[in-house]
C-alpha cells in the first residue's frame, strides 16, 4: 500500500430474518443508526470504488445473507496505548486501564482499542479476554480471563452478581453522607441518544455510595454499583443532583455534549468542564478466583490526573 492510499475497513453484517425483503439502504439505517441516509447512499454507490461489490441502495436484502461493505479507515486520535498490570496468574489478567483509551472498536476507533493492543501484545496467544467493560473515559481496574475457559467462569460471575465491583467518583456538590440510589435507567428519549435516563420502563439499577470528604464544593464518593446497567454511576450520581466532574453527557450543562460533538475539546470547553474526561475510577474488585473458587479482592489506586485535581481543591466544604 502507497503512503496516499488508506486502509480499508471490512464492515459485515449478517441479515437477521426480520430484515428480510428490506432495501439495502434502510437494512443499513437499522444497523448504523447515527447515519444519514445520503451518507448511506453514498457509502453504498462507492464499493466498486473502494475494490468491493458493485451496490445499490434499493437492492432488497435476503435473510442470512452477510452484507458485506468497505469504507476507508478514520483518522484515529491518539489515545494511551499503555497498561498498568496490577495481577496476573495463569487464569486472571488485571489490568489499570487508562482513560482514553476505547475497550472495543467503534466508528471512530479502530486500531487504538484495548481489545487491538492485546492481539498485539499476545500474536501466538491466548489473547486475554475482557470480562466486562469500562467507558472509553473511565479509568482503572479491569478483569480479563486468560484462557477461554477462564473468561467464561468470569464473565458467568459478573452475570450471577459474584463480582463486588468499587469506584470513585469526583462530583459537583456536596454530596450525602451516604445512600442508596434505586432508580430504573433506560435510553433517553430526547435530542441525545447515546445517554440512559431514569424512566418508567427502564431496567431496574441499584447503587449505594458513600462520601469519603468534601473540598471546595466538590466530593469524592465510593460507589458500588449492585446492578451494572450501562453508564449506571453517572446517571445514578447526576439524577440525585451530583454529576461528575468533566462529564459531558451528563452534567450541569447538558448542551456541553453537542458543543463537543460539534467542535472537540476546545480550551474553552475544557475550562468549563475542568477535567478533560468524567472523574471516573474503577478502583477494586472482590471476586471468586476462575480456577480455585477462592475470593480474589483487587484494587487499583486513583488516577494521577483525578488525585492532582482533588489536591488541587481548598480543604473544608
Request: proline share 8%; glycine share 8%.
Amino acid at each position: 500500500m502507497s503512503g496516499t492510499e488508506r486502509e480499508l475497513l471490512e464492515i459485515r453484517f449478517s441479515v437477521h430474518p426480520r430484515f428480510h425483503g428490506w432495501r439495502l439502504d434502510q437494512f443499513i439505517a437499522a444497523r448504523i443508526p447515527r447515519l444519514s441516509r445520503a451518507r448511506i447512499q453514498q457509502m453504498i454507490r462507492s464499493q466498486a470504488e473502494l475494490g468491493g461489490r458493485r451496490l445499490r441502495p434499493a437492492a432488497r436484502v435476503r435473510a442470512e445473507q452477510e452484507i458485506v461493505l468497505l469504507r476507508p479507515a478514520p483518522d484515529e486520535p491518539d489515545v494511551p496505548r499503555r497498561f498498568g498490570v496490577l495481577y496476573r496468574d495463569e487464569a486472571v489478567l488485571a489490568i489499570d486501564k487508562p482513560a482514553g483509551l476505547p475497550v472495543h472498536a467503534t466508528a471512530r476507533y479502530h486500531k487504538n482499542t484495548l481489545t487491538a493492543l492485546l492481539r498485539e501484545l499476545y500474536p501466538e496467544g491466548p489473547v486475554p479476554t475482557m470480562a466486562h467493560r469500562l467507558d472509553r473515559e473511565t479509568s482503572g481496574l479491569m478483569l480479563l480471563g486468560a484462557t477461554p475457559a477462564a473468561a467464561t467462569a468470569l464473565k458467568g460471575a459478573f452475570r450471577e452478581r459474584e463480582v463486588q465491583k468499587r469506584y470513585l467518583a469526583i462530583v459537583h456538590g456536596q454530596a450525602p453522607d451516604e445512600g442508596l440510589i434505586e432508580l430504573p435507567l433506560g435510553p433517553a428519549t430526547g435530542v441525545i441518544r447515546v445517554k440512559m435516563e431514569v424512566r418508567q420502563g427502564g431496567l431496574p439499577a441499584r447503587t449505594r455510595y458513600r462520601t469519603l470528604e468534601r473540598r471546595g464544593g466538590f466530593s469524592l464518593v465510593e460507589a458500588h454499583p449492585e446492578t451494572g446497567r450501562q453508564h449506571q454511576i453517572r446517571a445514578h450520581l447526576d439524577a440525585i443532583g451530583h454529576p461528575l466532574v468533566g462529564d459531558k453527557l451528563y452534567g450541569q450543562e447538558p448542551e456541553l455534549w453537542l458543543e463537543f460533538i460539534e467542535t472537540g475539546l476546545t480550551d474553552q470547553l475544557r475550562g468549563r468542564l475542568l477535567l478533560e474526561r468524567h472523574a471516573l475510577h474503577a478502583s477494586g474488585a472482590s471476586f471468586p478466583h476462575p480456577a480455585s473458587g477462592e475470593r480474589l479482592a483487587l484494587e487499583c489506586p486513583l488516577a494521577e490526573d483525578l488525585r492532582a485535581f482533588w489536591a488541587s481543591l481548598p480543604r473544608g466544604a
